[in-house]
């Protein structure tokens, strides 16, 4: 079973979380792009990783995060 934690952040602080997670999910992105491809068409950041299966479950996990976020943000 997960360990569940509450926290009590300031909004603002909230949306920073998001950005900087919406920005993880393009580095995933990315990098699964050019994992996958073996390049990217615009200069971008990639994450140092050489699995495109590892690239997808960060992507998966960060766009998780984000919903289960956007959805606690929603239902206060």
């Given at each position: 079973?997960?360990?569940?934690?509450?926290?009590t952040?300031?909004?603002?602080?909230?949306?920073?979380i998001?950005?900087?997670?919406?920005?993880?999910?393009?580095?995933?992105?990315?990098?699964?792009e050019?994992?996958s491809?073996g390049?990217?068409?615009?200069?971008?950041?990639?994450?140092?990783?050489s699995?495109?299966?590892?690239?997808?479950?960060?992507?998966?996990?960060?766009e998780?995060t984000i919903?289960?976020?956007?959805?606690?943000?929603?239902?206060?």
């Amino acid at each position: 079973m997960r360990k569940m934690i509450t926290l009590t952040l300031p909004t603002e602080v909230v949306g920073e979380i998001l950005n900087h997670l919406e920005d993880g999910v393009e580095v995933w992105r990315n990098t699964e792009e050019y994992l996958s491809g073996g390049c990217v068409v615009t200069p971008c950041f990639v994450a140092e990783c050489s699995s495109i299966r590892k690239a997808r479950r960060m992507m998966t996990l960060y766009e998780e995060t984000i919903s289960l976020i956007e959805k606690t943000v929603k239902t206060k």
